[in-house]
């Protein structure tokens, strides 16, 4: 894995082929429809224990019917392998519920 102090280019993000998410300025950012609130607290939970597993948190926004998710390595400035990591978990996260990233 890259350093994870490091911060990556826009290739480097792009490269790692996360669905749904795209950078933002200094952040990754992704929208996921989970059609009722119960899904998207279910979701927002399953990303709260990856995130303090990870020791690495998100920017969570909630509301019906969808969940909004920043991510920056905000102790150098920018996205990080920790970002991808975290994202690629959260998408996992996204699959397993039947939640879709979309594309607004």
Known sequence: MADPKQTLTPEQIADAGLTGWHQEGEALTARFDTGD???GLAFVNRVGVSAEAANHHPDILLTY???TLTLSSHDVGGVTSRDLALAG????????????PTTA
């Not at 978990?89 to 939640?99: K, N, R």
């Open 65 to 67: 019917p969808e969940v």
């Open 37 to 39: 609130f119960a899904t």
């Open 89 to 100: 978990t959260i998408s996992t996260h996204a699959e397993e519920l039947g939640v879709e």
